[in-house]
């Protein structure tokens, strides 16, 4: 079945450093992926979304593209701050032929950015 | 637009008692969806309304998780009894559309079954 393989955590970064978090996926069709953050003591909160491969989903500036040949969608920001610390978690869409859209997550990851 | 609402946002319970979660979607949104996430590990979907009819209950572990939607507003998911693997934080989501994504998502309720 579909799946969703995200890096565990947790990433401890330094503010300003660069940021990746590796999400690969199983699907069969064509998937949209999304990744969704998690702030301390909040819900969760779409972050971004790309609909097709090459797709470049971006918000707040971290970035993913769809990549179909490597079944990936890599989250990445070039320069993070303290109150990115979140957890992090990469999902695609599954429709079961159905009126159902689900969601397949990944495990999550967590930030921390140290000052 | 008010988002979505749970209640409460924590519940502490003893194996073997009763809890019952309540999500309360945006206005207007027909679609009403559960997941959960259990002891740090993937998200997963439970269920999802259409109005108050169950479009795909699917991923309701067992017959202990009862949800419901009466009226096709806000909906309740009851844990009866609970174990202790049920601990983990459960979110409601909602859209207004059928299928359509994504999903608002809630703050979720963190379950402590102990």
């Known amino acids: ?115 | 637009e008010a988002g979505v609402t749970q209640f409460p946002s924590h519940s502490v319970i003893e194996k073997g008692q009763t809890v019952t979660l309540r999500c309360d979607p945006i206005s207007g949104h027909d679609n009403l969806y559960w997941y959960r996430r259990v002891m740090g590990k993937e998200i997963k979907f439970l269920l999802h309304f259409v109005k108050e009819s169950k479009q795909d209950e699917s991923g309701m572990p067992n017959n202990r998780f009862l949800a419901e939607r009466t009226g096709g507003t806000y909906s309740t998911l009851k844990v009866q009894p609970a174990e202790l693997e049920d601990s983990g934080v459960y979110f409601c989501a909602s859209s207004r559309l059928a299928g359509a994504l994504p999903p608002s998502f809630g703050p979720g309720t963190r379950l402590t079954v102990l």
């Open chain 1, 1 to 115: 079945g579909n799946s969703v393989t995200q890096m565990e955590g947790p990433v401890t970064l330094s503010e300003e450093a660069f940021l990746t978090i590796n999400c690969t996926y199983t699907a069969t069709g064509y998937p949209s992926l999304f990744w969704y953050v998690q702030y301390p003591g909040e819900g969760l909160q779409l972050l971004l979304k790309a609909t097709k491969a090459d797709d470049k989903g971006s918000n707040k500036g971290f970035e993913a593209t769809y990549r179909k040949e490597t079944t990936s969608f890599h989250l990445e920001k070039g320069s993070v701050q303290v109150s990115d610390s979140a957890v992090y978690f990469c999902a695609l869409s599954e429709r079961d032929g159905g009126a159902t859209n689900k969601l397949i997550f990944g495990t999550g990851t967590l930030l921390a950015v140290q000052p």
